[in-house]
């Protein structure tokens, strides 16, 4: 798969992505509305059986009041008993809403009636009248939303249109709210026939929730469906990306696995074709020579076959360590004694700090060493000038620091994230002036990491570099 395909591919993905994300926010939000338009129903549908209850109590206590002013008023009792006894059975006969608003109105007739004939009956509502309801109506809101389904908090009030104030409120925490965002109810209006009729205002202080509330299995997978799209897309694209870098990896790797084993490979075989000649045969310095380069270029490919086999076991967890305990100055003196010919070569140094106070660890003495070798390998092959090394030792609190630092060529900070990966190497453009696998540091690591302990790395590009390990002290 080409870069461009790579691109195209992940670009329609992406908008496939997007767009069944789109499509389910879509639905979410229809199903919300849906859920209001329901919750706007069961509200006007509940507050209107409240309405009619509140209706009916307020005719009976009319009526009521209309009988002890006419038992008050004995010289009337005939107009009484002939229109109050009308009111009665037809309050006795309401069933509905239209049934009070049918009776208002003749309640309004009998009260003009009696205007006419001179009775003083005070018709006016009493302002007292919802105050001394005011427990019954907030009962009967709450039941009659509960056989709805809404077991939400709520606020209620009672607005006096012809006052233009609110006669009554539940708590009085939501006065702006109830005025500008409430449900709004007419009350009938028990009075005169032209009474501006009271106004019963319903307010949900928490109606998005509860609505949302009821939507919450739908979000909950909808969640879960988003995360698992945005999770596979992400996977799937550093799987791409990983596998391509992982090619050009391995692609790098057989290149130089390739030149590596050819160099020793050549020489050896130059070396051999030079022991057949008779006269070199003859010249016992020269030939010893030639020996001596077929056994260095021979130990040289056993260490590189070696490294690659040792790799190949901790990818397939087969690694055993034999662990007992250890000297790790002894263990420092004996990488730094290994590597005194090639550092001797570049007519560098390598000096010691070992102030360690605790330095007995528990681990395998045979890795622990190729670990400071491979970072002292490291440290000679990238340095562009005399190699200046300095290996040091420091306790901190129950763990032994050992830190490696050189005057190399450095690391960039993106390639200080990568350098521990298997395979990977700090790129250097077109000039290929250092040999190796990319596989030291991912041994040193997986090592390291086998002994319970850390490895890090502090550098800057031509300041040289500073690898510390931490390992756990016996």
Same mark, same amino acid.
């Given at each position: !798969?080409?870069?461009?395909?790579?691109y195209?591919?992940?670009?329609l993905?992406?908008?496939?992505?997007?767009g069944?994300?789109?499509?389910?926010?879509?639905?979410?939000?229809?199903?919300?509305?849906?859920?209001?338009?329901i919750?706007?129903?069961?509200?006007?549908?509940?507050?209107?059986? &409240?309405?009619?209850?509140?209706?009916?109590?307020?005719?009976?206590?009319?009526?009521?009041?209309?009988?002890?002013?006419?038992?008050?008023?004995?010289?009337?009792?005939?107009?009484?008993?002939?229109?109050?006894?009308?009111?009665?059975?037809?309050?006795?006969?309401?069933?509905?809403q239209?049934?009070?608003?049918?009776?208002?109105?003749?309640s309004?007739?009998?009260?003009?009636?009696?205007?006419?004939l001179?009775?003083?009956?005070?018709?006016?509502?009493?302002? @007292?009248?919802?105050?001394?309801?005011?427990?019954?109506?907030?009962? !009967?809101?709450?039941?009659?939303?509960?056989?709805?389904?809404?077991?939400?908090?709520?606020?209620?009030?009672?607005?006096?249109?012809?006052?233009?104030?609110?006669?009554?409120?539940?708590?009085g925490?939501?006065?702006?709210?109830?005025? @500008?965002?409430?449900?709004?109810?007419?009350?009938?209006?028990?009075?005169?026939?032209? %009474?501006?009729?009271?106004?019963?205002?319903?307010?949900?202080?928490?109606?998005?929730?509860?609505?949302?509330?009821?939507?919450?299995?739908?979000?909950a997978?909808?969640?879960?469906?988003?995360?698992?799209?945005?999770?596979?897309?992400?996977?799937?694209?550093?799987?791409?990306?990983?596998?391509?870098?992982?090619?050009?990896m391995?692609?790098?790797?057989?290149?130089?696995?390739?030149?590596?084993f050819?160099?020793?490979?050549?020489?050896? %075989?130059?070396a051999?074709? %030079?022991?057949?000649d008779?006269?070199?045969?003859?010249?016992?310095?020269?030939?010893?020579?030639? &020996?001596?380069?077929?056994?260095?270029?021979?130990?040289?490919?056993?260490?590189?076959?070696?490294?690659?086999?040792?790799?190949?076991?901790?990818?397939?967890?087969?690694l055993?360590?034999?662990?007992?305990? @250890?000297?790790?100055?002894?263990?420092?003196?004996?990488? &730094?004694?290994?590597?005194?010919?090639?550092?001797?070569?570049?007519?560098?140094?390598?000096?010691l700090?070992?102030?360690?106070?605790?330095? &007995?660890?528990?681990?395998? @003495?045979?890795?622990l060493?190729?670990?400071?070798?491979?970072?002292?390998?490291? %440290?000679?092959?990238?340095?562009?000038?005399?190699?200046?090394?300095?290996?040091?030792?420091?306790?901190?609190?129950?763990?032994?620091?050992?830190?490696?630092?050189?005057?190399?060529?450095?690391?960039?900070?993106?390639?200080?994230?990568?350098?521990?990966?298997?395979?990977?190497?700090?790129?250097?453009?077109?000039?290929?002036?250092?040999?190796?696998?990319?596989?030291?540091?991912?041994?040193?690591?997986?090592?390291?990491?086998?002994?319970?302990?850390?490895?890090?790395?502090?550098?800057?590009?031509?300041?040289g570099?500073?690898?510390?390990?931490?390992?756990?002290?016996?």
């Open positions: !798969m080409n870069k461009w395909t790579t195209i591919f992940i670009l993905v992406t908008l496939a992505t997007i069944l994300m789109m499509i389910q926010v879509y639905w979410i939000r229809d199903a919300v509305k849906l859920k209001q338009a919750f706007f129903s069961d509200v006007k549908e509940s507050i209107s059986k &409240v309405i009619f209850e509140i209706d009916k109590i307020k005719l009976e206590e009319r009526i009521k009041k209309q009988r002890k002013f006419f038992e008050d008023n004995r010289s009337s009792f005939r107009v009484y008993d002939s229109l109050n006894q009308v009111m009665y059975y037809n309050y006795k006969n309401i069933n509905s239209t049934d009070i608003d049918r009776f208002v109105q003749n309004n007739l009998v009260n003009k009636i009696i205007s006419d001179n009775f003083s009956y005070n018709q006016k509502d009493p302002g @007292n009248f919802y105050y001394s309801k005011k427990s019954l109506i907030e009962s !009967m809101i709450k039941h009659a939303l509960n056989e709805k389904g809404i077991n939400t908090s709520f606020e209620f009030g009672i607005y006096s249109r012809a006052t233009n104030s609110m006669i009554l409120q539940k708590t925490k939501y006065p702006e709210e109830l005025v @500008n965002e409430s449900f709004v109810f007419d009350l009938s209006p028990i009075g005169s026939l032209f %009474a501006i009729p009271n106004q019963l205002l319903i307010y949900f202080p928490n109606e998005r929730g509860f609505i949302i509330s009821q939507l919450w299995l739908l979000l997978v909808s969640v879960i469906l988003f995360l698992v799209i945005i999770v596979s897309f992400s996977f799937s694209i550093y799987t791409i990306f990983r596998q391509k870098r992982l090619s050009i391995k692609n790098d790797f057989i290149n130089n696995m390739t030149h590596e050819k160099t020793p490979i050549s020489t050896i %075989a130059l051999c074709e %030079a022991l057949k008779k006269d070199i045969q003859k010249t016992e310095s020269l030939y010893d020579n030639y &020996v001596g380069v077929i056994s260095e270029e021979n130990g040289r490919l056993g260490l590189m076959s070696e490294q690659i086999l040792q790799t190949a076991i901790i990818d397939k967890g087969q055993k360590l034999k662990k007992n305990s @250890n000297d790790i100055h002894d263990i420092i003196r004996a990488a &730094v004694g290994s590597k005194k010919i090639a550092i001797e070569n570049k007519d560098g140094s390598i000096d700090e070992l102030k360690a106070r605790h330095f &007995v660890i528990s681990g395998d @003495n045979i890795h060493t190729n670990v400071i070798i491979n970072l002292l390998d490291n %440290a000679i092959k990238y340095c562009v000038q005399t190699p200046r090394i300095v290996v040091n030792t420091n306790n901190n609190g129950n763990s032994l620091l050992i830190r490696v630092k050189d005057n190399g060529i450095g690391i960039s900070k993106s390639n200080r994230k990568k350098i521990f990966e298997k395979l990977y190497r700090v790129p250097t453009g077109n000039i290929h002036n250092f040999k190796g696998f990319g596989l030291g540091l991912s041994y040193v690591k997986a090592i390291v990491d086998e002994h319970n302990g850390d490895v890090s790395v502090d550098s800057e590009p031509g300041k570099s500073t690898f510390t390990i931490k390992l756990p002290i016996k």
